[in-house]
Structures are given as structure tokens and as C-alpha cells.
């Protein structure tokens, strides 16, 4: 499995008014901030591919750019602020887990997005799931904390709300960069 990095818009409490409405819409009252690959509540910061980037793109779909090349990420980012840079596996295993280790990442948990090139967060972004899973499951940043239990949450989804599109899920591992050094 192949490291994936992508940057993404900061969604928490200093968005003010945005996250207020957010909180009393979602009622996900536990959560501290978005960290999530959710387009809408944390929108990609590369919104336009330049020819440099092609060299370290990894794949690209209607909605996010995944770059394989952190450095270069962390370098077409100079001087932006209130990002999120995200370290991700999709569809990862244990032993996936366990070969990501970067001491400037944190493992913050596990998302559920939209497939085929989709952009929104069923676990924050559709206001629940009851069926599937618990609003209060998800942790303080709305992510699920266990693998087993994020595939389980994927398959009921997908069982229980077979005609809803942001049901049918990819499993996604996700590390926030809290230190960066050389830049």
C-alpha cells in the first residue's frame, strides 16, 4: 500500500460562526475539529494542478489530489494557512497501519468517504447513520478509532442504506502532520 498526502482546509471552533451552525446541525457536540476528507467541511487546498505537480501526483479524481511526495506538498503550501495536512491508506489492512510511521503525523482514526471519486464524510457530513453506527462513536475529531469497527460501520452502510449514495463507502487511515521541520 502506498502513503498517500493530501492538504486540506482546517474546519474547528475558530471558524466561528460555520462551525456553531455545523455543531447544532450535526449534534456531534464531542467534536473539537473535522479532520476528514470531506470536501465540503474540509475542502482540498490544491485546487489547481499545476504542470510541476504531475511528477508527484498519485491519483486524481473530480474532487481530491493525492500527492506521494510530501516534500513537494509541504513546499507548494509556503505560505498558506489554516491547513491540515493529512497522511492517508485507503482500504488499508493492519499491517498497512503498521508501516506508516512519521514522527511529525499523529494516527487520528478512520474515515468513511464516498466512493468512486466522492467527497463526503458519512460519518460527518450526512447527519447520521443510526443503523450503521452512533454519532457518539465518532471521536473529538469524527473519525472512528478502530479498524475493525470502521469496515463493520462500511459494510452496514452499505446493507442497511443500499439506495443512498454517501452510504457506499471507501475506508480511509488518517494522519494529521502536527510538526513540520524543514520548511
Not at 154 to 171: F, G, M
Request: net charge negative; with cysteine; glycine share 6%.
Amino acid at each position: 500500500m502506498t502513503i498517500l498526502y493530501t492538504a486540506v482546509k482546517r474546519f474547528a471552533p475558530d471558524c466561528r460562526d460555520d462551525w456553531d451552525r455545523y455543531i447544532h446541525w450535526s449534534g456531534l457536540t464531542q467534536l473539537r475539529e473535522v479532520v476528514s476528507l470531506d470536501g465540503i467541511l474540509c475542502p482540498n487546498l490544491v485546487d489547481e494542478i499545476r504542470d510541476s505537480d504531475w511528477e508527484h501526483l498519485d491519483c486524481i479524481d473530480s474532487k481530491y489530489q493525492f500527492f506521494r511526495d510530501l516534500d513537494y506538498l509541504l513546499n507548494r503550501l509556503a505560505g498558506v494557512q489554516g491547513h491540515n495536512v493529512l497522511a492517508l491508506f485507503k482500504s488499508p489492512s493492519d499491517s498497512d497501519l503498521k508501516t506508516f510511521s512519521d514522527s511529525r503525523f499523529v494516527f487520528m482514526g478512520f474515515d468513511l468517504t464516498e466512493g468512486d471519486g466522492g467527497s463526503i464524510s458519512a460519518l460527518v457530513n450526512c447527519g447520521g447513520f443510526p443503523e450503521a453506527f452512533d454519532n457518539h462513536e465518532l471521536s473529538d475529531c469524527g473519525l472512528i478509532s478502530d479498524l475493525s469497527r470502521a469496515i463493520e460501520v462500511r459494510r452496514s452502510l452499505r446493507e442497511k442504506y443500499p439506495s443512498e449514495p454517501h452510504a457506499q463507502c471507501d475506508v480511509w487511515a488518517i494522519w494529521k502532520m502536527t510538526k513540520q521541520t524543514g520548511v
